[in-house]
Every structure is written in C-alpha cells, then in structure tokens.
C-alpha cells in the first residue's frame, strides 16, 4: 500500500513563509514518478498548485508563481513546498499526490491526507 504523509502546514501572518513536506513510503519507485501539491480551500475546487516530474521538471499556478517552490529529494523519497510571501488567499488543505512510475497514466494514483495551512491579515 502506497502512503503519502504530508506535513510542515500551520497559522501564519500574511507575508510569512512555510515548508510542507510530503514522503512517499518506500518501495513505490519515487524516483520515476511525478508527484503534485494541490490546495483545497473553502467552497472552492480543488486546485494543482505545483508540480514536479521524475526529471524535475516544475509548473506552477499562475496564482503562486514566484512565491513558491517545489523541489524533491529522492534519497528521501520526499518532494517539498517552499511557500513564501504568504496572502490570505493560500489558505486551504495542501495535499499532495503521486501519479504512476514511469507516467503510464495521466493523472494522480495516490493522495495524501492533507496538511491544513492558514494565512491570517
């Protein structure tokens, strides 16, 4: 069974910054797989913020272009989230996703629980 735990999310002002982390339990072939950080917020859908493929390859939103930085780790089977100049409007549930080794598939195949992130004025 594939796992994906996130954490680092918590309550900042706006214009702060924090690190999620999301590891991938081992043995799922992290290296060739891309993984995602989607955000949930309130009322709203659920949006990809970032993405990183197996080659590091990244894309952002247009909403935090600049602001955030995604980045892996595949000695530690882990991708992180660097979110700085934090506004109110990041707030929401960060989940992160891995699609299949190889990119056999479009889309994501495994999901995390999320990690809550909060932006105050």
């Known amino acids: 069974q594939v796992r994906l735990v996130e954490s680092g999310g918590g309550s900042v002002q706006a214009g702060g910054s924090l690190r999620l982390s999301c590891e991938v339990s081992?043995?799922?072939?992290?290296?060739?797989?891309?993984v995602g950080w989607h955000r949930q917020a309130l009322g709203k859908q659920r949006e990809l913020v970032a993405a990183?493929?197996?080659?590091?390859?990244?894309n952002y939103a247009d909403s935090v272009k600049g602001r955030f930085t995604i980045s892996r780790d595949n000695a530690l089977n882990t991708v992180f989230l660097q979110m700085d100049n934090l506004v109110t409007e990041d707030t929401g549930v960060y989940l992160c996703?891995?699609?299949?080794?190889?990119?056999?598939?479009?889309?994501?195949?495994?999901w995390g629980q999320g990690t809550q992130v909060t932006v105050s004025s």
């Open positions: 996703a891995a699609g299949s080794p190889g990119g056999r598939h479009p889309g994501y195949d495994y």
């Open positions: 081992p043995g799922y072939m992290f290296s060739v797989t891309a």
């Open positions: 990183i493929s197996s080659g590091g390859r990244t």
